[in-house]
């Protein structure tokens, strides 16, 4: 026997309008709130309140024949509000002797994040001060009501050009979580989607794209094991093993079989 559909009341239909209406709206008024305050991203240092800069060392190209073989760079960041905004900004810089001080600074960085609705959003710019003329950009918004959030990356210079965009979507079943994300890279064209299954001390990730496919079980063997095998469609294999130390430090253990074992030390310091 056929059933037909029976019609949408006025009310339901009223409702769903303005469901997307609201969607609609919040939406608009994040996009023009970040439009309205992106000029203050690459102006944020000039607004610096004094803070404790950290100094790192490193070696150039893996080796140093001599003093010009290190390059010590100063990091320092600070933050402020303005109204309802949050805004970070912040250096890194050579420390080297020089007479151009202009020349020290390697890049400038700046942050704004807000709210409107249920969206909590954020801009950032990262400016190479060899290059001024251009400026990376991430763009974050998230939807605490539907678990979505978005990221899009793009650069600035002679207009904004998109590269690229990914959206996740988390679905809580109680015992269990799924998380779905798309990821579409504009200039290439490529896009890809990994979904994400978890219960308990069990997680399962799959990877897929044109080129190529991978799926990773991951398993919490006790409070400070984990294992996690990846089999990927081209017939490679991969294990890795994070040991958890204390105090926030780990050490992760990456097996490539005829090809690597990577080591790695994290400090929770």
Do not use: C
Not at 204 to 216: F, K, L, N, R, Y
Request: no cysteine; proline share 4%.
């Amino acid at each position: 026997t056929n059933k037909s559909k029976r019609p949408q009341s006025s009310a339901a239909a009223t409702t769903t309008v303005h469901q997307k209406t609201d969607i609609y709206t919040n939406l608009t008024s994040i996009i023009n709130k970040m439009v309205r305050v992106s000029p203050l991203v690459f102006f944020l240092p000039a607004l610096a309140v004094a803070s404790r800069p950290e100094l790192s060392i490193s070696i150039k190209d893996g080796s140093a024949g001599g003093l010009d073989g290190i390059d010590p760079t100063l990091t320092w960041s600070s933050s402020s509000k303005s109204g309802d905004l949050d805004l970070e900004f912040g250096v890194e810089a050579s420390v080297r002797p020089t007479s151009d001080i202009a020349s020290l600074p390697k890049s400038v960085w700046g942050k704004v994040s807000g709210s409107s609705g249920a969206w909590g959003w954020s801009a950032r710019a990262d400016v190479d001060t060899a290059d001024l003329s251009s400026a990376d950009l991430e763009i974050d918004a998230s939807n605490s009501d539907g678990d979505l959030s978005l990221n899009i990356l793009a650069a600035a210079g002679n207009g904004i050009s998109v590269g690229a965009v990914e959206a996740t979507k988390i679905i809580d079943n109680g015992d269990s979580t799924i998380t779905v994300s798309p990821k579409y890279d504009v200039g290439s064209g490529d896009s890809s989607v990994s979904l994400g299954w978890s219960s308990g001390d069990t997680e399962v990730e799959i990877v897929a794209s044109a080129d190529g496919q991978s799926v990773t079980i991951s398993q919490q063997v006790d409070a400070d094991n984990r294992i996690s095998p990846t089999l990927r469609s081209d017939g490679s294999i991969s294990v890795e093993w994070e040991k958890s130390l204390g105090d926030g430090n780990s050490l992760t253990a990456t097996l490539s079989p005829n090809e690597a074992l990577d080591l790695e030390w994290e400090d929770g310091a």
